[in-house]
């Protein structure tokens, strides 16, 4: 009997596994490099709806804050607050109360805008209610609901630029950064 050739042998195996071998690591590089590629899709696409979702938040504040804004303009509010029978002392008191409600309905949105904005909001509020206080006190204890918003209209003559007015533009502007426009 004839003793096997372990040389032949051992290169029967190496001509076999080599090749297979070498099929293994390139199978298993490129499925690696291909599951990677696939979760960094993924990852781009989670953070492209957050963002989506993000903008979205950012624009209804934005579009909150500018409504706290028209409603805290002392014309809008003398049009929405002033009654037939409303002596100057209500009329102030109601203007100054929708001033605060709105101010307060409104905080939250400040976590979605610049603490710039917020700040110009803020002094918006003040602006508007030093108005509203500085046109009362040019009126008679007796005064009517007209003659408070005649001294009011007195006022914003006054003023360069409406506190209302002041914080729309700042509103517009980072809204079109934002916006990239």
């Given amino acids: 009997m004839a003793e096997p050739n372990w040389g032949i042998a051992i290169i029967e195996v190496i ?15 490129l499925s690696k490099q291909f599951f990677q590629a696939q979760q960094e899709i993924a990852l781009i696409k989670d953070r ?27 014309v809008n509010m003398a049009l929405r607050l002033n009654q037939k029978d409303i002596n ?13 409600k709105e101010y307060e309905h409104n905080s939250a949105q400040q976590i979605y805008v610049s603490e710039t904005l917020w700040q110009v909001l803020s002094q918006a509020r003040t602006g508007t209610v030093n108005l509203i206080r500085a046109a009362y006190e040019n009126c008679k204890t007796e005064a009517t609901s007209q003659d408070f918003l005649r ?15 002041q914080a729309k533009l700042a509103l517009r502007s980072e809204a079109a950064t934002v916006l990239n426009l």
């Fill in 15 to 29: 001509k076999y596994t080599v090749p297979a071998l070498i099929v293994f690591i390139t199978v298993y590089y």
């Fill in 88 to 100: 100057a002392q209500d009329l102030m008191q109601a203007m100054l109360i929708s001033v605060q």
């Fill in 48 to 74: 492209t709806q957050n963002r989506d979702k993000t903008m979205t938040i950012k624009l209804q504040a934005y579009e909150r804050l500018m409504l706290y804004a028209d409603r805290m303009d002392v």
């Fill in 151 to 165: 001294q009011l209209q007195n006022k914003m003559q006054e003023v360069k630029l409406n506190p209302a007015d």
